[in-house]
């Protein structure tokens, strides 16, 4: 049934113990909100608006091949795909060159059709339209198109892989989550800002840096307002790692040992005997 109608008696029914929802920040809400009353323990994993940090000793070539496989993956539509990234003035030029050839070359078709694909459909029609919009709009507010940009043929949702390019922090493409192939890049000369701008962010969930030097990446990471950063890989997590987003990005999280504690509940016991 429909997430509005089984969802909230799952949530709302006072025999449960405990509510864990992976699916947008609009969800968690009513998840929320649906849980309070019976003060049922939520974890939610929600949404993400992950940044890419590519630093001017960057392996670009490592760089740019992590972070198309994570923007591409399932189309996009993953909580943890890299959304935005900030790049070296240092080193753009370079970098840009192989992120367009990179998304270019990206293999996208119907799977039922065609084998070794890199990238599927997006979900529903709404979500092509939505793709659609957000790059429109991203040009509008001054973004310029590298590649990219429009739908594939006119049957089923299939987009393009695309990248943005003199894109600025406040664009709407930056401050919202795509949940798409798109990918916007900001330009930096100073990694203060590039830290400054990741965190500019009402989500807090994944994140990268690439760098080659050990200290750089870790004065970066210590940074970032993230719950998982990635250093030099893409963005996809280990089961035996903790999944778990910060701000609205959610409550609690899954895998790992932390994330079997949040479906344990502590029993404290007192036992006072005589000698």
Not at 153 to 162: H, L
Request: aromatic share 6%; glycine share 10%.
């Amino acid at each position: 049934g429909r997430g509005s109608v089984i969802g909230h008696e799952l949530a709302a029914n006072p025999k449960v113990g405990m509510v864990s929802l992976t699916g947008s920040v609009g969800a968690g809400q009513q998840t929320m909100a649906a849980a309070a009353p019976n003060i049922t323990k939520v974890s939610l994993e929600l949404g993400g608006k992950a940044p890419a940090i590519v630093m001017k000793d960057a392996d670009i070539d490592l760089a740019v091949k992590s972070i198309i496989a994570s923007r591409v993956i399932n189309t996009g539509q993953v909580c943890n795909c890299a959304e935005r990234v900030y790049v070296d003035k240092a080193i753009k030029e370079t970098f840009m060159e192989k992120l367009v050839a990179g998304m270019k070359q990206v293999k996208v078709g119907n799977p039922n059709e065609v084998a070794d694909l890199d990238m599927g459909p997006l979900i529903e029609a709404s979500a092509l339209e939505s793709m659609e919009k957000k790059v429109e709009r991203a040009i509008q507010q001054g973004a310029r198109l590298l590649c990219g940009g429009h739908r594939i043929g006119t049957k089923g949702y299939f987009f393009e892989p695309t990248v943005l390019d003199c894109v600025t922090q406040k664009m709407d493409i930056i401050q919202e989550e795509t949940f798409g192939p798109v990918l916007p890049v900001v330009e930096y000369s100073d990694i203060n800002d590039a830290i400054a701008w990741a965190n500019d962010c009402e989500y807090g969930l994944t994140s990268s840096v690439y760098t080659q030097n050990l200290n750089s990446a870790f004065k970066v990471m210590r940074s970032l307002k993230f719950g998982e950063t990635y250093i030099n890989r893409e963005n996809f997590e280990a089961m035996q790692g903790f999944h778990a987003g910060w701000r609205k990005s959610g409550i609690g999280g899954a895998d790992g040992k932390h994330g079997l504690e949040e479906y344990l509940q502590t029993q404290v016991v007192y036992l006072e005997t005589k000698e």
